[in-house]
């Protein structure tokens, strides 16, 4: 009930419309065309949620944490809180004893296709994937990238790079690098804008195509931030391969992932939850460490390093050449 309450009020911007002070709640029911009664007992919940105080009778305000969905705030939740409540989210969970049963996606077999390619398929959906991932980046990007030098390359391939956000975060710390953000068509709509709002359009660009056949090549580093966990192995492996073929001879694979320990505890939440999420949502799996060395190995890198937690999220650092 919490999950969709807050979905409601990212829906309907009510976080940005309570931005500058309190407001009634006909004036909120007016802008945003819902019915007042009904609009009132989802203003109330969210006041037991902390997102807003009752300033008065007929008005209410926007707490700290209620900020957080605005969609203007640096820390913004908001396109997360749309995509993880989406129709097509909101179903796979929905019908998460389907895939305990049989081992398939649930949301292939509630929509006859598999996520991606509805994606595809469905630019306005891809949007709030591409708007959640981007959102994550941002929160991790600097921690991600800090400690390693990549101003030991000449041109990163950022493989999956969706909007452009990690990428130009590398560049921002390595002047005289080159990068390529490389994603489907609907995953890079947003790339030029945000490669040229940081100021690093000159020394990038933009390539759209699909992994699953081939890979940006002449780069000498091939970036994959939360890639390969969205697919099984068999997929995963032939992105692998694909990167194997392209990379230079004294390239590095950096891979970012979170790993599932031998032994899982509580503080392994992010990852095991991701994990259910990739069983319902793509067939992809989070990996512990010596999976990951196992399947490098078979598309033919070494694993030389695993470098975390990263990020502030739990992240891990995957380093790899070719063999």
């Known amino acids: 009930m919490p999950a969709q309450i807050i979905h409601a009020a990212a829906e309907l911007e009510l976080a940005d419309l309570l931005a500058s002070g309190p407001r009634s709640v006909d004036e909120l029911?007016?802008?945003?065309?819902?019915?007042?009664?009904?609009?009132?007992?989802?203003?109330?919940?969210?006041?037991?949620?902390?997102?807003?105080?009752?300033?008065?009778?007929?008005?209410?305000?926007?707490?700290?944490?209620?900020?957080?969905?605005?969609?203007?705030?640096?820390d913004t939740v908001r396109s997360v809180v749309q995509f993880l409540c989406s129709a097509g989210a909101w179903s796979s969970w929905g019908d998460?004893?389907?895939?305990?049963?049989?081992?398939?996606?649930?949301?292939?077999?509630?929509?006859?296709?598999?996520?991606?390619?509805?994606?595809?398929?469905?630019?306005?959906?891809?949007?709030?994937?591409?708007?959640?991932?981007?959102?994550?980046?941002r929160e991790t990007a600097v921690g991600l990238i800090a400690g390693y030098d990549f101003s030991q390359f000449h041109t990163v391939v950022d493989v999956g790079g969706g909007n452009g956000t990690f990428i130009a975060e590398i560049l921002r710390t390595a002047p005289q690098v080159k990068g390529v953000v490389f994603d489907m068509p609907t995953g890079v709509a947003e790339a030029a804008t945000t490669l040229k709002a940081a100021g690093v359009a000159d020394r990038s660009s933009v390539v759209a195509g699909s992994f699953f056949q081939s890979l940006p090549g002449g780069a000498d580093a091939y970036v994959m931030k939360l890639v390969l966990h969205d697919w099984d192995d068999g997929k995963a492996l032939k992105i692998l391969r694909n990167a194997r073929a392209a990379i230079e001879p004294d390239g590095r694979l950096l891979v970012f992932e979170r790993l599932v320990p031998d032994v899982v505890s509580a503080d392994d939440k992010r990852a095991l939850l991701a994990d259910l999420l990739m069983l319902v949502l793509t067939g992809g799996r989070e990996r512990t460490e010596t999976e990951y060395r196992d399947l490098f190995a078979e598309a033919g890198f070494t694993l030389v390093s695993a470098t975390g937690p990263l990020g502030g999220l739990g992240f891990t650092r995957l380093e790899a050449v070719p063999s």
């Open 29 to 74: 029911a007016a802008v945003t065309e819902t019915h007042g009664p009904s609009l009132l007992r989802v203003l109330r919940a969210l006041v037991a949620l902390d997102l807003l105080t009752h300033a008065e009778p007929d008005r209410f305000e926007l707490t700290e944490l209620g900020g957080h969905l605005r969609k203007d705030a640096p």
């Open 96 to 137: 998460v004893l389907h895939s305990l049963r049989t081992g398939e996606t649930a949301f292939e077999h509630n929509y006859g296709m598999q996520a991606f390619e509805y994606l595809s398929q469905h630019p306005e959906e891809a949007e709030k994937l591409n708007g959640a991932m981007g959102q994550m980046t």
